[in-house]
């Protein structure tokens, strides 16, 4: 079977996001509307045309320079980079439009929870289960156009050296899994939230969930990982909706390219 290559692209990025459930659901506020300027005496008018002028070349500068909705579109064919979703592909599949969030080039260190044995569950995308075995790891996130937490999509594409660490990997994933229906998550900034678990697909190649987070207005991270030769992925879609659909298409999706 194909499998990804070991190689990555690019420098290493330090580690900056979290599994979705590390954190309690708290959508942001809309902005406050700005209030209209103050009416200036009339020798303040040389410095507020300067100041114009700057401003519209700042902004032709800006409008010129290429954007990114995900990860480099100039990649070496492959890669783990190669494997996840752009923006664009991800909001095309879930109907609404999402932008970049958060990446990381390694997973983070695995995450606190109060009930023993509940580590991978709290963390599945965490050292918990990725470890320090792998050889390419990448994980994305991105959010709501608004930004105001009505929908996370996140991603992580790793590949081990052989078939027998990518197995071993994907055992601790499924039987952590197992040994855990809920528990309580400490976030990075000493927040503690409630969640359940609950598992759905089970197979000697697939993986699917829900963690569940108590008294947060039906917010849910749907979960799905698979293994494919050297390749275990993962996605999470988090809203307060049914993300089921969404996950299983971004996963059909990242599953095919990761095998080649």
């Given at each position: 079977m194909p499998t990804m290559s070991l190689n990555t692209v690019g420098p290493a990025v330090p580690p900056q996001t979290h599994d979705p459930e590390s954190q309690p659901h708290q959508p942001q506020q809309p902005a406050a509307v700005p209030q209209p300027p103050r009416t200036r005496p009339g020798w303040l008018l040389p410095t507020?045309?300067?100041?114009?002028?700057?401003?519209?070349?700042?902004?032709?500068?800006?409008?010129?320079?290429?954007?990114?909705?995900?990860?480099?579109?100039?990649?070496?064919?492959?890669?783990?980079?190669?494997?996840?979703?752009?923006?664009?592909?991800?909001?095309?599949?879930?109907?609404?439009?999402?932008?970049?969030?958060?990446?990381?080039?390694?997973?983070?260190?695995?995450?606190?929870?109060?009930?023993?044995?509940?580590?991978?569950?709290?963390?599945?995308?965490?050292?918990?289960?990725?470890?320090?075995?792998?050889?390419?790891?990448?994980?994305?996130?991105?959010?709501d156009v608004?930004?105001?937490?009505?929908?996370?999509?996140?991603?992580?594409?790793?590949?081990?050296?052989?078939?027998?660490?990518?197995?071993?990997?994907?055992?601790?994933?499924?039987?952590?899994?197992?040994?855990?229906?809920?528990?309580?998550?400490?976030?990075?900034?000493?927040?503690?939230t409630q969640w359940h678990y609950k598992l759905g697909t089970q197979d000697a190649a697939a993986l699917g969930w829900t963690a569940t987070q108590d008294a947060g207005g039906g917010w849910a991270c749907h979960r799905q990982a698979r293994l494919t030769g050297t390749s275990l992925v993962q996605v999470a879609v988090c809203d307060a909706g049914s993300g089921d659909a969404i996950a299983s298409a971004v996963t059909d999706r990242i599953t095919a390219r990761a095998k080649g």
């Amino acid at each position: 079977m194909p499998t990804m290559s070991l190689n990555t692209v690019g420098p290493a990025v330090p580690p900056q996001t979290h599994d979705p459930e590390s954190q309690p659901h708290q959508p942001q506020q809309p902005a406050a509307v700005p209030q209209p300027p103050r009416t200036r005496p009339g020798w303040l008018l040389p410095t507020v045309v300067v100041s114009c002028a700057v401003a519209i070349a700042a902004a032709v500068v800006w409008l010129a320079w290429p954007s990114s909705s995900g990860p480099s579109r100039h990649l070496v064919a492959g890669t783990v980079q190669t494997t996840v979703l752009s923006a664009d592909e991800v909001s095309k599949l879930a109907g609404t439009t999402v932008v970049s969030a958060a990446s990381a080039s390694a997973p983070p260190p695995a995450l606190n929870a109060d009930q023993a044995g509940c580590a991978v569950a709290v963390g599945p995308a965490t050292q918990a289960v990725y470890g320090h075995d792998w050889t390419g790891f990448l994980s994305v996130t991105y959010q709501d156009v608004a930004r105001k937490g009505s929908i996370t999509v996140t991603q992580v594409a790793a590949v081990f050296p052989n078939t027998d660490k990518a197995g071993a990997a994907f055992k601790t994933l499924s039987d952590g899994l197992k040994g855990c229906k809920s528990a309580s998550v400490t976030d990075r900034g000493g927040r503690a939230t409630q969640w359940h678990y609950k598992l759905g697909t089970q197979d000697a190649a697939a993986l699917g969930w829900t963690a569940t987070q108590d008294a947060g207005g039906g917010w849910a991270c749907h979960r799905q990982a698979r293994l494919t030769g050297t390749s275990l992925v993962q996605v999470a879609v988090c809203d307060a909706g049914s993300g089921d659909a969404i996950a299983s298409a971004v996963t059909d999706r990242i599953t095919a390219r990761a095998k080649g």
